[in-house]
């Protein structure tokens, strides 16, 4: 496994599915990871797990589509533990509902948590990190990005949208010994896909040249490795997990 020993992770939307496997896979990889997302109290669950097997996890509640919020939190967290080694941008949301029908609010609250909020994580790190001379940043995005989806034009955009900020981002900094990276899940095992009938996971599975959908074990573990030493020569790319859905 690859290891994050003294490593400071802050990763959004972590409350849940996949934010929350990847706060505990980087915590048994050793790395002190701070737990985001807009409540503290479901938050605090998930670092007293990571904490009593061993791991070290602390919480902070923030709202990524305010930068200032955002801001503090980064410089909270870097006065709290020296640094801040690896940042997650992985809070999302969906407003599913086709063009004709999707109201201004629908498109708008969409583009700020999943766009706007990485552009808030990004902008506030950087300073921290070209200090350090090093860091990781590491985008959840979508094969909605890539395929686009009908009913989904705001998140198949801001997903399409996070892959060009994480590109220009890595040309960016990269001098500064900053990686910019996405990950790119595809179908992946969540509360709505256990609930699907078994014909409707037969015909999903049909469509993935793996057969199976995805885990949020799976996304951690890409996770882990461009957030790893042994990345460091990886940026700007987009690592699709989707078990052969989408070739590039």
Sequence with gaps: MFKLNNKVAVITGASRGIGKRMAETFAKAGAHVVCVSRSENV?????????????????YACDVSDFNAYQDMIKDTAANHG????????AGITRDTLIMRMSEEDWQTVIDINLKGAFNGIKAVTRVMMKQRAGRII?????????????????????????????????????RGIT???????????????AMTDQAKETLNSQIPLG???????????????????AGYITGQTITVDGGMVMI
């Design 83 to 90: 640094s801040v080694d690896i940042l997650v941008n992985n």
């Design 212 to 230: 199976r959908i995805g885990s949020p074990d799976d996304i951690a573990a890409a996770a882990l490795f461009l957030a790893s030493d042994e």
């Design 180 to 194: 910019v990276n996405s990950i790119a899940p595809g179908y992946i095992a969540t509360d709505m896909t256990d």
């Design 43 to 59: 938050l605090k669950s998930v670092a007293d797990a990571i904490n009593g097997s061993g791991g070290f996890a602390s919480v």
């Design 139 to 175: 985008n959840i995005t979508s094969v909605v990005g890539l395929t686009g989806n009908p009913g989904q034009a705001n998140y198949a955009a801001s997903k399409a949208g996070l892959i060009g900020l994480s590109k220009a981002t890595a040309k960016e900094l990269a001098s």
